[in-house]
């Protein structure tokens, strides 16, 4: 379980509360206006942001101490940050070992996410070979490879269709659910919290508000909220 504990952050000016909890193999949204803090939360989890006060735990462990890399979790970006001059595979494979140096049981774990994701028969290909949707396959291939208990999703799917976006929605909720893993995913668009998200957290004015149905909440949103999606 992920829990922020009574945790304030401020950067100059900006001061963002947070008090709640996602449990195991959770999907939570992060919804709010922009500017409102949702990435500052993400980076906070990540330990790219520092918390002036309070915890932030995973199960026992109070995470906020450990630094980004020992963190339980991986994190999807909007640009994927797939490397141009490596091929699919070895893109793929840094979530396995970063110096690429990989045993036949590594190799074959690769080449299974490759296939869970749908990419087999891509592996040589560069990313500048892939079309939008293979290289958000190719990321979620290699975060997913990483087997952290956490996948925070940063808007990595909003340059897609409709069609493509919803594809690539239920494969993380596919592959997600096979592991167990918690997700957190910020996103502008109400459709992609009701497509993965049976939760939502609400950040708005300096507070991130307790998970709660997803359905419930952009039916009868609070002010900010409603604000933000246009709501009389």
Same mark, same amino acid.
């Given at each position: 379980?992920?829990?922020?504990?009574?945790?304030?952050?401020?950067?100059?000016?900006f001061?963002?509360?947070?008090?709640?909890?996602?449990?195991?193999?959770?999907?939570?949204?992060?919804? *709010?206006?922009?500017? %409102?803090?949702?990435?500052?939360?993400v980076?906070?989890?990540?330990?790219?942001?520092?918390?002036?006060?309070?915890?932030?735990?995973? *199960?026992?462990?109070?995470?906020?101490?450990?630094?980004?890399?020992?963190?339980?979790?991986?994190?999807?970006?909007?640009?994927?940050?797939?490397?141009?001059?490596?091929?699919?595979?070895?893109?793929? %494979?840094?979530?396995?070992?970063?110096n690429?140096?990989?045993?036949?049981d590594?190799?074959?774990?690769?080449?299974?996410?490759?296939?869970?994701?749908?990419?087999?028969?891509? @592996?040589?290909?560069?990313?500048?070979?892939?079309?939008?949707?293979?290289?958000?396959?190719?990321?979620?291939?290699?975060?997913?490879? &990483?087997?952290?208990?956490?996948?925070?999703?940063?808007?990595?799917?909003?340059?897609?269709?409709?069609?493509?976006?919803? @594809?690539?929605?239920?494969?993380? %909720? &596919?592959?997600?659910?096979?592991?167990?893993? %918690?997700?957190?995913?910020?996103?502008?668009?109400?459709?992609?919290?009701?497509?993965?998200?049976?939760?939502?957290?609400?950040?708005?004015? *300096?507070?991130?508000?307790?998970?709660?149905?997803? @359905?419930?909440?952009?039916?009868?949103?609070?002010?900010?909220?409603a604000?933000?999606?246009?709501?009389?």
């Amino acid at each position: 379980m992920l829990t922020f504990d009574d945790v304030q952050i401020i950067q100059d000016d900006f001061r963002l509360s947070a008090g709640f909890a996602v449990a195991q193999g959770a999907r939570v949204a992060i919804l *709010g206006p922009s500017g %409102a803090g949702k990435s500052t939360l993400v980076g906070a989890i990540a330990g790219f942001v520092p918390i002036a006060r309070g915890a932030i735990r995973w *199960g026992e462990t109070q995470i906020d101490r450990l630094p980004p890399a020992k963190r339980p979790l991986s994190i999807l970006f909007q640009d994927n940050n797939l490397l141009p001059h490596l091929s699919v595979f070895d893109n793929v %494979a840094l979530g396995v070992n970063p110096n690429l140096r990989l045993s036949q049981d590594q190799r074959g774990t690769v080449m299974q996410a490759l296939e869970d994701t749908g990419l087999l028969g891509l @592996e040589a290909r560069k990313p500048g070979q892939l079309s939008g949707g293979q290289i958000s396959r190719a990321a979620l291939a290699r975060v997913l490879l &990483r087997a952290r208990p956490l996948l925070v999703l940063d808007e990595p799917f909003s340059a897609l269709g409709p069609a493509l976006k919803s @594809e690539m929605l239920d494969l993380v %909720a &596919r592959i997600a659910g096979q592991n167990g893993a %918690a997700v957190l995913m910020i996103t502008h668009d109400p459709a992609d919290a009701r497509h993965l998200c049976p939760q939502t957290v609400v950040v708005a004015d *300096g507070q991130v508000l307790p998970p709660a149905p997803t @359905e419930g909440l952009l039916a009868d949103p609070p002010p900010a909220l409603a604000a933000y999606l246009g709501h009389a």
